[in-house]
């Protein structure tokens, strides 16, 4: 099996309990239905300010899918939790269930990049991610701590 990274984030409908619903339909995607979490972040939105701020996670389990499969599961729940695909690319959503890492693999097919293509510049991925794993290793070699000091620490706050 292999130890994946996802990003949860949500602006829409209850974000805390979207992102806690999520959780509990990752279970059976997990190896031993144990799925570790980050605190939740709350966090302004990149990207048009005109919707409401995000709750953010990085959630981490182990899992004998393949990396398609788990995109294809992702996105089902996704669904199952309202997400209307018509939203505009970088408008609010009820629930973005992202991929970050897949073990050590790099990932380039036209439905999947791992690490997750922007990860890197998201304080509202890398400081739950941090969080959840501190001593992580970025596939090309980049420490966390590193990609965490180059990052801008305001407009986001962990919930308790
Ligand atoms: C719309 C866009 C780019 N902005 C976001 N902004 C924040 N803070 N968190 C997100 O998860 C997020 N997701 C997105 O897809």
Known sequence: DTLVYLGLGSNLSSPRQQLESALSALKPLSTDQQI???SFYLSRPL???DQNDFVNAV???RTFLAPLDLLDQLQTIELQQGRVRKEHRWGPRTL???ILLFGDKAIDLPRLKVPHYHMMQRNFVILPLF???PNLVFP???NIAQVVATLPQDGIEKLN
Do not use: K, N, T, V
């Open 36 to 38: 570790d979490c980050s």
């Open 47 to 49: 990207g048009p300010q």
């Open 59 to 61: 959630a981490a389990f």
């Open 96 to 98: 973005d269930l992202d």
């Open 131 to 133: 969080e959840l794993a």
């Open 140 to 142: 090309d070699g980049q």
